[in-house]
């Protein structure tokens, strides 16, 4: 599936936050997408999730706008990891990862053996698997965080979506999940897009990337374009060496 | 996957029974023998009369309606995401007790009371939708809060109406305002809605687990949450209407018949919904059978008894977990 943005005008009533962005994702490429706090990052990924309505410009899954794609089909096509979730669960790191099967549940009640597998194969994969019967608010910043990327990865969507997904892990986790995701995008032929902080990683895992700027156009392209060292300066306000 | 399943199955067991109680229990004792002998068909002679006429119909009742609240109860409590939300917090109690007390205050018959009770609590159910519901954007903490306000307001004319009424309607309205089964003579109808409200429930179960998740990771899950939402809501207030107009207003079992269930380990609304149910009825069966029994032939309202009864065992549950 190919995933294009046209033309997106985003913010809220009073607060324009970017304008005019135009990009698609295409299966097996890895996007990061980099900008100032406030510069619109968390709100591009929930109007590409399809969980808040851009201001101006629209969102298509291959031809059809994603505004009037039913929600199920929609989220088995793309996954959401969301910066701020609530911490509090009604149950273990299991249950927990488990509800990333809803969208391909087949039972009406929704019970379903593979979907417990397959999260327990996703915990392994994000070293939790020792935690699966914990409850989740028992977990620590990076353990949670690696609990919420499993879930996604349970989801399997075609198009991955990630807000700050290293926020709160350990180096050693950083880079396991930066692999990860990129070998996803690589090897299986999903599309990831990333918000990151280190532009030094979106140069060494990223073939693409968006730059939110706050007082001018953004850039979107492919990465040796538009990751240059001129663009981060006047995107960081501070020398960016890489 | 085992205790859930153990938990349901108590209650299951202990729906049965309290049910059984019910009919075997009573001003005129029965034996089990005579209660089987009425159930397999001879209505002719007094017993029959008694299990089939007169026990059968109010169990069924306060089982039914106990479900009902309960089922409630675990809805609201999700759809407002407040641990304190009970299936009158957005006013239907407040609406039905406005109709019903006025209407016996102004010399209307039990039925054409009846009557005006259900019409307030459905008056009640589209005020407050009404006033909170803008397309789009649901605000739930404003439905919260209209429904809070709305409560107020009826609770204050109802106060005003026992002060002026006779004295003798007095007590009837009390009995009502506490929740009574004494009238309760054909429950059929509850136990449609109990059907329908609690196959509904059990089979959005899935949904209510990932609605816990947030709004947004819910809709980015697949969860149409907009609809959700007012489906859910539609729900919650058909099981009180229900309730209410068959049971007055029975207090504490659909705020706490969910949080027992919770206490007891179930979290995942799959096992936690039919198992609520169950508790509820046993609960409300339990106390009503209790509340005829126990002082007879002085009869009291069962809404009297449920906290009486429920309040306990969930303090000591309470209290045992860390």
Redesign the interface.
Known sequence: MKLTAEALTLGFPGRVLCQGLSFGVSPGQCWAVLGNNGSGKSTLM?AL???HTPLAGTVRVDDEPLSVMG??????L???L?QE??AE???SVL?YVA??R??H?RS????DPEAERMARTQLESMDLARLAGQALSTLSGGERQRARLALVLT?DPALFLLDEPLQHLDLRHQMQALDWFARLARASGRAVLMVLHDPALARRYCDHAVLLYEADTPLAGAAERVLTPDNLERLYGVPVPL | MSRPILILALFAVLGAISLGLGLVVGSVPLSAADVAGALAGDASSPVGAIVLQVRLPRVLAGFACGGLLALAGALLQVLLRNPLADPYVLGISGGAGLGLLAATSLGVGYAGSQLAGLAGALLAVLTVFGLSFRAGDWNLYRLLLTGVVFSAGCSALISLILLLAPQTAVKGMLFWMLGDLSDATSPQWAWLALATCGAAS??G???L??M???R??A??????VASAEVVIYLIASAATVTSVSLAGTVGFVGLIVPHLVRLLGV????WLIPSAILAGGALLSLADTAARSLWAPLQIPVGALTALLGVPVVLLLLARRR
């Open positions: 929930h999730a399809g969980v929600a199920a089909r929609r989220a088995r793309i996954g959401l969301m979730e609530p669960f009604w149950g249950d509800l990333g809803y969208p549940r009406l009640l929704g019970y989801q | 059990v089979l179960s899935g949904a687990n990932v816990l998740l947030g947004r990771k809709i980015s899950l697949g969860v149409p979290t995942d609304y799959r």
